[in-house]
């Protein structure tokens, strides 16, 4: 049945080989009723619960409309508590099975989606995460390209051609280039070599204890606007925890984005990404320096949009950043001025 929940302390989980959790947090997207009926119609026999945390500023999700969406699967709505690391957060504190699976609330599962991450966990009992595979949406002109990272890996984005001649962008999509099975390089950032949070399961028992999964300080929602499942992964991985590639658990993701938007978007993950990995080099982690240096080289040599991105890389490098707390407005743009008049 639908219902609403407040945080709590986490609930016991099931023990490996249980059903499992679907979960999304949504910001209200359209696309989120779509997904919920894909999914409802798919193979849900491993699934025990739904649960969605509502994100949109007015709490304006239709709970009951979901409800008979997904029936007779069981609904539950929680009241988000902020962005989307916090809502990931409350998601792995209230679930009752150990395994949950998350996608977002632009994104279309496969019919076989959660059944093959279920029985991937079910099987590999010693991974933290599981990522699937990513495509996008079907559109004219439709592809996915890719680019090799040095010392991180391989990037992936959709491109198609828009009504007007504009070149369209969907980001968080699967590399061909990636290896099914476990991760066996060296920590890394995730969206480089299994994906995005966009599509994965987590297990919540092998968590890290002593912090949140996810990062409140980053992420949509946040200062930095994204980053916060490249902070979770790479900490996961350099604290010997097992990551992931699961290509037979597909979705689609319904994001075409013009270029004003993909620009947006794109300097997102550029800061979330500095911010992801200066979280752990202010820590005084080696790798992480490694790859930090190696991504803006990288993405100094190949920036599209010039450099207006060199303040956000210099905000980083020079500002009073603290590890493990959200960054502070740097700039007259990030500020809110008519709280200053």
């Given amino acids: 049945m639908a219902g609403s929940a407040s945080p709590t302390s986490r609930g016991s989980a099931e023990p490996d080989g249980g059903p499992v959790t679907v979960a999304v947090c949504s910001v209200g997207r359209p696309v989120l009723d779509r997904a919920l009926t894909m999914l409802a119609a798919g193979d849900t026999g491993p699934i025990a619960e739904v649960l969605v945390v509502d994100n949109t500023p007015d709490t304006s999700l239709d709970v009951e409309r979901l409800a008979d969406i997904l029936a007779p699967l069981p609904l539950r709505v929680l009241r988000g508590p902020g962005g989307t690391s916090e809502g990931r957060n409350l998601i792995l504190d209230q679930a009752v099975t150990d395994v949950v699976l998350c996608f977002d609330d632009d994104c279309l599962p496969a019919p076989s989606w959660a059944a093959e991450l279920a029985a991937y966990m079910r099987s590999e009992p010693d991974v933290a995460a599981a990522f699937g595979l990513v495509e996008p949406v079907p559109a004219p002109g439709a592809r996915v390209c890719t680019d090799k990272v040095p010392l991180l890996g391989s990037s992936a ?74 902070e979770f992964g790479y900490a996961l991985m350099a604290a010997g925890r097992t990551l992931a590639y699961i290509p037979e658990a597909k979705l689609l993701h319904d994001s075409w984005l013009p270029p004003k938007a993909a620009e947006w978007t794109h300097r997102c993950y550029l800061r979330g990404t500095v911010e992801a990995l200066g979280q752990h080099v202010m820590r005084g982690d080696e790798r992480a320096r490694t790859l930090l240096i190696a991504y803006l080289m990288y993405f100094s040599s190949d920036n599209a949009y010039g450099l207006r991105d060199l303040g956000e890389i210099l905000e980083w490098g020079y500002g009073d950043h603290v590890a493990g707390r959200p960054r502070q407005p740097r700039r007259k743009s990030d500020l809110d001025l008519t709280a200053m008049a």
């Fill in 157 to 230: 984005w959709g491109e198609a051609d828009g009504p007007d001649g504009e070149k369209l962008w969907c980001p968080a999509v699967t590399s061909p280039h990636w290896e099914a099975g476990v991760v066996t390089s060296e920590p890394t950032v995730p969206w480089a070599v299994v994906g995005s949070s966009n599509n994965m399961a987590l297990r919540r028992s092998l968590m890290l204890p002593g912090r949140p999964a996810f990062l409140p300080g980053l992420g949509p929602g946040t200062g930095a606007g994204s980053g916060e499942d490249t």
